[in-house]
């Protein structure tokens, strides 16, 4: 047989070996990485990150006739770039429980559902239980939310609902996992506070638990496993916005510098660290909070860049998100083809914390419109409606638009002004105890507070960006990688082939 016939046959050899075979044979010829980060931005895909990275290089050129946009980020200079697809069982709009699933354990469940087939019936073991029990791999889970949410329990859970916190926290305490960070545990007894608080469980397990930051300053790997949780927990018992930190509070990035101390080993480790607010801030369609989380995570993969500068040929970083939230765009239609994305820097403040530092109050005390629009201009910048001026006139009689959209100002215009009035009157007439909202009350506000949700909307819109929702979209998601193994993440591929081209480097079964 001849060198052309033979070349041929092995050409159509190759082309039969299924594309899962083929990656497994790639793998093989690539050394296993020793050290593994995954960092999962929840809700993060590529308008969150295109957003963040124009919003630091228009800050950056603010004043310049002509823009330039550079590679701002960290997670931006990681040198392969592929895209997963994140539809789950459910929907081409998937929950966190359900896609955190797919990238764990490479299987597609229903929303709401962790690490459990669609019957509820068969449990899947996660990359994370493999590497620890099969290759004695240190792991840690580190998140911005809590350790007992969707995210990070499907790295050690199992569970049918991921509403079960208090058997998810079980099973946390089970995994035997060795750095746990980050915001508090939900439901620690349980939905009727009848059972043994988890913290107590987690000491009585061996786990040293850490609840201030000096304590978490001191730790060490000889302290052996950690449970450590935040010291100045906000909404919901999660870190705070990386907006709202005040001086010398620790971040995400703080844990996982922490982390990289306490599980270095010459065997390996393996870490998830999510970025679970920036999917809160998305849902809220807060765009300051996107940008600054968005920052929070990539100051985190900082870290680990550095880490693997000291370890370049064993370690692997990758940056992916769980799915998009919000349908975040760069533009809007009253700013036509302009962005003036400067200002989002006059916001000072996340939602949430206007919402408990200031909305409480304002309910409270009755407090009249012009106080809280003084307070309005101070944390966000927006500012009343001038007097019309002869140009604005002609302008409106023209069908132009208004100047405040062509310039950029944060001067409202007489609707923006009539928006935010509505919502604040809807803000103080509302009890806490309505069960349900009218399809109009939902499309303006979803179910957040009124006067916040609309103060967000307007800032967003005068910067030129806008949400389509308050829930969850279907685009893919950014993976990138950096390392030991990075070209298997080139392409575009579904999300369970996270964990396959994970479960091929590693050689785990």
């Known amino acids: 047989m001849n060198a052309k016939k033979i070349s041929a046959l092995l050409l159509a050899a190759a082309m039969m070996v299924p594309a899962a075979s083929q990656n497994v044979m790639a793998a093989e010829e690539t050394a296993a990485p020793k050290y593994i980060f995954l960092f999962i931005g929840d809700g993060m895909s590529y308008p969150q990150i295109q957003t963040t990275n124009y919003y630091l290089s228009a800050v950056e050129d603010d004043g310049d006739e002509i823009l330039t946009s550079q590679s701002n980020l960290n997670m931006m200079s990681l040198p392969v770039a592929g895209s997963a697809q994140t539809y789950d069982s459910t929907s081409f709009c998937p929950d966190s429980a359900s896609t ?22 068969t449990p899947y073991e996660t990359i994370a239980e493999k590497l620890k029990a099969q290759l004695g791999y240190k792991i840690g889970v580190l998140s911005s939310v809590n350790l007992n949410h969707a995210t990070p329990a499907a790295f050690y859970a199992h569970q049918a609902s991921r509403n079960s916190y208090y058997e998810i926290g079980q099973e946390m305490i089970d995994s035997g996992f060795d750095y746990f960070a980050g915001g508090g545990l939900k439901k620690t007894t349980g939905d009727e506070g009848d059972k043994t608080d988890l913290y107590q469980l987690a000491e009585e397990a061996g786990y040293k638990v850490i609840k201030t930051q000096a304590e978490a300053e001191a730790l060490t790997a000889e302290d052996g496993k950690a449970i450590v949780i935040d010291e100045t927990l906000a909404d919901s018992d999660a870190m705070s916005y990386a907006m709202d930190l005040e001086e010398g509070e620790w971040g995400l990035a703080d844990y996982v510098e922490k982390g990289i101390e306490v599980l270095n080993n010459d065997t390996g480790f393996f870490m998830m660290v999510e970025g679970g607010k920036i999917d809160w801030a998305c849902h809220a369609n807060d765009a300051a909070a996107t940008i600054t989380d968005t920052l929070a995570l990539d100051d985190a993969v900082g870290k680990a860049i550095e880490f693997y500068n000291e370890h370049p040929d064993e370690t692997l970083i990758l940056v992916t998100g769980d799915h998009e939230t919000g349908g975040l765009t760069i533009g809007f239609a009253g700013t036509d083809y302009d962005t003036f994305l400067t200002n989002i820097s006059n916001q000072k403040i996340s939602y949430a914390k206007f919402d408990s530092d200031y909305v409480a109050g304002y309910k409270e005390n009755k407090t009249d419109f012009d106080t809280v629009m003084a307070d309005i201009t101070e944390l966000f910048g927006l500012q009343a409606p001038e007097e019309e ?9 023209q069908d132009l638009h208004p100047e405040s959209e062509e310039t950029g100002s944060l001067v409202m215009t007489d609707y923006e002004y009539s928006k935010l009035k509505a919502a604040y009157d809807e803000t103080m007439s509302r009890t806490g105890e309505e069960e349900e909202f009218g399809q109009e009350e939902y499309l303006l506000y979803g179910s957040y507070e009124p006067l916040t949700v609309t103060i967000t ?27 030991a193994g990075q070209n298997e993440f080139e392409g575009y591929y579904d999300n369970t082939d996270i964990y396959n081209k994970l479960a091929a480097l590693t050689g785990v079964e």
């Open 100 to 121: 955190a699933t797919s990238i764990a354990t490479g299987h597609k469940t229903y929303s709401g559902t962790i690490n459990m087939d669609e019957k509820m019936e």
């Open 389 to 397: 001026t002869e140009t604005a006139k002609q302008a409106d009689s």
């Open 457 to 483: 909307h307007i800032l967003n819109n005068k910067s030129g960006i806008s949400f389509s929702s308050y829930a969850h979209t279907g685009l893919p998601v950014e993976v990138l990688a950096m390392g």
